[in-house]
C-alpha cells in the first residue's frame, strides 16, 4: 500500500512540476508581446522593436471595400516601428485576450483576440497570430505577426470595453 502511495505521490509531483515548467514558459513567451502592445501604447518604437526578431515578417487578412477577402504582406517592421514612434494625438491601445499559447522547443505559437482603440474610441477588432522563437539568450522574440481585421462582429468582453468609456 505504501508504495502505491508513494507512486501516486510521485506522479502527482512529476504532473505538477511540468506544469508549472509549462506555465513558467508561456509566461516567458507571453513577454514580447506585452513588451509590444506596452510600447505601442507609449509610443515608444525602441520597447516595440525589442520584441521582434532581426527579421520579421508582418500580415493582415481581412476584407476589401467590396467585401472580398484580401492579405497585406510586409517584409520587415521599418514602417511599424515609425507609426509607432510618430507623435499621434490619441494613445493606441491593443487590449488582448483568451490568449493561446503552444510551445515545441524553441518554437511557440500565441493567439489572442483583440480590439484596437485610438484614445477611447473603437477603430478595429480581430485576431493575432504570432510566431515566436527562442534565442540562444532564453529570450523568446517574434519573427512573425499576423492579424484579422475587422469593425463589426466584434465579441469584446464586458470588462475590455469598459476600460474606454
Not at 471595400?65 to 491593443?94: C, M, Y
Amino acid at each position: 500500500m505504501m508504495k502505491f502511495v508513494a507512486a501516486v505521490v510521485f506522479s502527482i509531483l512529476i504532473t505538477f512540476e511540468m506544469s508549472f515548467a509549462q506555465n513558467k514558459e508561456d509566461f516567458l513567451v507571453r513577454q514580447p508581446i506585452d513588451r509590444l502592445f506596452a510600447g505601442m501604447s507609449a509610443s515608444d518604437s525602441a520597447m516595440v522593436h525589442s520584441a521582434f526578431a532581426k527579421q520579421v515578417t508582418m500580415a493582415t487578412i481581412g476584407k476589401d471595400k467590396s467585401g472580398q477577402p484580401f492579405i497585406r504582406n510586409e517584409s520587415g517592421i521599418a514602417d511599424f516601428l515609425k507609426a509607432v514612434g510618430t507623435p499621434h494625438p490619441e494613445t493606441w491601445n491593443e487590449p488582448i485576450w483568451d490568449v493561446k499559447i503552444s510551445i515545441d522547443g524553441n518554437f511557440a505559437q500565441a493567439w489572442a483576440s483583440y480590439a484596437f482603440y485610438i484614445g477611447k474610441k473603437f477603430s478595429h477588432c480581430g485576431v493575432d497570430a504570432f510566431h515566436l522563437y527562442k534565442q540562444p539568450d532564453g529570450q523568446w522574440k517574434i519573427f512573425h505577426l499576423a492579424d484579422t481585421r475587422q469593425k463589426e462582429g466584434c465579441n469584446i468582453p464586458k470588462e475590455v470595453s469598459d476600460r474606454f468609456k
